[in-house]
């Protein structure tokens, strides 16, 4: 248990639905990361939160929307995928300190949302 | 990023020490390396980080080369819960100013009984 929880944890969407997943982290942390993993892929990066603000979005297609409320939670809706999006979506949170020349933040991670898209 | 290699695949027997090699040729003199390990289907989870200096913490240790170009994970006694993939990152500001995490394809350490 990482501090970091992620609902759902399998989800099975068609090509037309909208949908949501879900991120928490308890960890009092104030940087909140997405990230995608396919198959036999590495993991890739797709949007940084810090202080509630973007400030990463790593040439996401825009049917993959972040949201982020408040720095403990964090959203990724969902809309009009495609089969090729089907993989493992992770959030993550660290403690953010580069402002202050701290390049030593880790970063924890949630147990993932298992995506298919039919 | 400065850019890491690892072995694809590494077995070792139950009890064993594990030893992980990474190569970061590349690294520049602010940048620090960070492992992580994915057990299937799993999200990462940090074990340690160093600049110049051996680190150890409760679960491995990290030998870092004196000229920085090359490190070592040591799982001291390495578990059937060790199999995993290990990814070994350097982390620094990048030229466009990021600051994230660059996951390569890692080493896949099968412990065996």
């Known amino acids: 248990e990482t501090g970091v929880t992620q609902t759902p944890r399998h989800l099975v969407m068609g090509m037309t639905n909208k949908k949501s997943l879900k991120c928490e982290q308890h960890?009092?942390?104030?940087?909140m990361y997405w990230y995608k993993q396919s198959a036999k892929k590495p993991l890739e990066l797709m949007f940084v939160y810090n202080f509630k603000e973007q400030t990463e979005n790593n040439s996401v297609p825009s049917r993959f929307s972040p949201e982020c409320p408040n720095s403990s939670h964090l959203f990724l809706h969902l809309h009009t995928l495609q089969p090729e999006d089907s993989a493992l979506y992770l959030c993550?949170?660290?403690?953010?300190?580069?402002?202050?020349?701290?390049?030593?933040?880790?970063?924890?991670f949630g147990p993932g949302t298992r995506l298919t898209v039919l | 990023d400065a850019k890491t290699t690892q072995p694809p695949s590494m077995d070792c027997a139950e009890g064993r020490a594990a030893n992980l090699p990474c190569n970061h040729s590349?690294?520049?003199?602010?940048?620090?390396v960070y492992w992580y390990r994915q057990i299937h289907s799993q999200g990462p989870q940090y074990i340690i980080h160093g600049l110049k200096n051996n680190e150890t913490n409760e679960m491995a240790s990290l030998i870092i080369t004196e000229d920085r170009k090359s490190s070592t994970l040591i799982l001291p006694h390495a578990t059937l819960r060790d199999t995993a993939v290990y990814y070994c990152?350097?982390?620094?500001?990048?030229?466009?100013?990021?600051?994230?995490?660059?996951f390569g394809k890692g080493t896949k350490l099968s412990v065996i009984p």
């Open positions: 590349t690294i520049s003199g602010n940048e620090y």
């Open positions: 960890l009092g942390h104030n940087a």
């Open positions: 990152i350097v982390r620094g500001v990048s030229g466009a100013g990021s600051y994230q995490l660059t």
């Open positions: 993550a949170s660290s403690q953010d300190r580069v402002s202050s020349g701290d390049l030593t933040d880790t970063q924890y």
